[in-house]
C-alpha cells in the first residue's frame, strides 16, 4: 500500500492512568510470616496518529516531543473516565499500553455508527515483528457489506485474535480474575480519520498479575486541510434499473491510492426485497482509471442483481480527506430499485436478436451485427441511454446518418438501433459499423421495453470488449479479477 507522507507535529498522545485493582495481601489470608504482595499499577493507555496506519510507527508523547506543538494537542479533560483528545484527520490512529495488554478495544463513530471502525492489535515496541500483527475487529455496529462483500448481512466483529508480545509475569492471574486472552500492547485502525468526527473507543486491559482494567475516552478530530469535492451518481433516486446496472459514484478530485481504503470502507450497500426483507447478495466495489480528474469507484453484484430488489447506497463521507488538498462535501445515499429481469442476446454467427424475460422469450428478431472490417464485440454490455431520434457520425468510416430509436449499449459506439436500409441482410449477414440492426417497427418494440442496466450479450463476433474501451466495463471482468480492483484487503 502506498504511504502517506508522515506530517510531523501531528503525534499527539493522552496517557490515562487507571485506579489499580487492590488484591487481598496474603498476610490477611492467615500467614502471618509471608510478605505482603503489592498489587500491580494499573496500565496507562496512551492515544496516537501514526503515518496512515503505519503499524510500526512509534506514538510520541504531546509533552516535550519535538516539533509538537503542546498547547493545542488536547481537548477536554485528561481523567480516566471519558477523557478526551483532538487529532487531525491526516492519518490512523493508535492506542498503545504501557504496564500492561489489551484484551479488547472497541471504537465507534459517533457520528455514523453504521461505519465499521476496526484495527490490529500487536506487540508495539516489545519487539514482535509488525508486519505480522495479529488482527481482530473492534467495532461495536458494522455496516451491512461496509466497501463490499455480502450486501444484507450484518457482519459480525471477531474477537479472537492470536495473542503477541504475551507478559510473562502473571502471578496467580487465574486468582485475579483475568480471563481473557491478550492481544498485544498496541492497537492500530486499519482506516484513516475523517474531519470534524468524535469516536468514542473503550479498552479492556491486563495487568501483569491478572487483574484487568477498563479505560475509555473521546477523540475528536480537527477540519481537513483543501477544498471539498462532490460526489456524483449515474443512478438518481428512486430510479428503477435493470439487473446489471453497476452503482457508479464518480468524485470531483483525483483520489490518490493511499486514500482509497478509508473512502471504501465508508460506503455499504443494503438490498432488500419489496416488502423490506433483506437479500444475500454478494458483491464488491471496485476502483476503475481516472477520467478527466475524476476518480470513479464502481460497485456490481457477482451476479446479477435479483429482479425487484431495492438497493440503499450509503457513503458517509463528508470531511473525509480525499487527498492532501481534497475532502468529501457531504454525506450521499442513495435508493433506487430493481426492475423485471430482462436480457438481449445478440449473436453474430446466427444474426438474431433475442429478448427474454425470465423463461420467456418475448422478442426473436433477425438483425444485422458488424460486418467483418467492424465488427460488433463480444461480451456483457448494458443498456446506457436511450433516443427516439439520434444521429449516427463516424469519422473514421466517413458517415453522418440519422436512426430512429437508439438504445445505447457501450461508450464505443455500439447501439441497436432501427436501420431499414440493412433489412435485406438482417437475419442473414453481418453489414453494420458495429450496431445491432433492426427494422424500425422492432427497434420501437425493443426500445419500448428497454431500461437503464438491461444487460446485452453480444457472442459470436471475432473481437471481444476491451476493460479499457468503456466508462463501464464492470462486466467485462471476471469475478476474481473485480475484486481485485477493490482498495480494501
Known sequence: MLRRPFVAGLSVSLAISLAACTATPDAERGSAAAPSAEPHPAPEVAVSVVDDGDASATPT???????????????????????????????????????????????????????SVDGTFDSGAQGT?????????ATETESANAGGGTSGADATPSEDGTPSGASTDRNNSTDSGGDADPQGTRWVSSYGLAGNAEYEWKAT??????????????????EP?????????????????????????????????????????????????????????????????????ISRVHYRPKEFWPEHSKVKVTMALEDVPFSQTRFGEKDVSLDFSIGREQTTTADAKTHRMIVTRGDETIMDYPAS???????????????????????????????????RWAVRIHNNGEFIHGAPWSAGSQGSANVSHGCINLTNERAKEYYDSAIYGDPVIVKGSSVSLSKESSDVSDWVYDWDEWQELSALD
Open 225 to 293: 486541510q483543501g477544498r471539498s469535492a462532490r460526489i456524483f451518481t449515474v443512478i438518481g433516486d428512486d430510479q428503477e434499473v435493470g439487473v446489471a446496472a453497476p452503482i457508479i459514484v464518480n468524485i470531483g478530485a483525483t483520489v490518490p491510492e493511499s486514500y482509497r481504503d478509508d473512502i471504501e470502507h465508508r460506503l455499504s450497500v443494503r438490498v432488500t426485497d419489496e416488502d423490506g426483507k433483506e437479500r444475500e447478495v454478494e458483491g464488491s466495489w471496485g476502483w476503475l482509471y481516472d477520467t478527466d480528474g
Open 129 to 137: 515483528d509488525p508486519s505480522e500483527p495479529a488482527t481482530a475487529s
Open 61 to 115: 508523547s504531546a509533552a516535550g516531543a519535538s516539533g509538537t506543538p503542546e498547547a493545542d494537542s488536547t481537548t477536554g479533560a485528561a481523567d480516566a473516565d471519558g477523557a478526551s483528545i483532538e487529532l487531525d484527520p491526516s492519518g490512523h490512529f493508535a492506542l498503545t499500553v504501557s504496564g500492561g495488554e489489551f484484551t479488547e478495544v472497541t471504537v465507534t463513530d459517533a457520528d455514523h455508527p453504521e461505519v
Open 205 to 222: 486491559t491486563v495487568a501483569p498479575d491478572g487483574a484487568t482494567h477498563e479505560a475509555s475516552g473521546t477523540i475528536t478530530t480537527t
Open 369 to 403: 451485427l458488424g460486418a467483418a472490417r467492424s465488427p460488433s464485440f463480444n461480451g456483457t454490455h448494458i443498456v446506457m441511454s436511450k433516443a427516439a431520434n439520434y444521429t449516427m457520425t463516424s469519422e473514421r468510416w466517413g458517415y453522418s446518418t440519422p436512426v
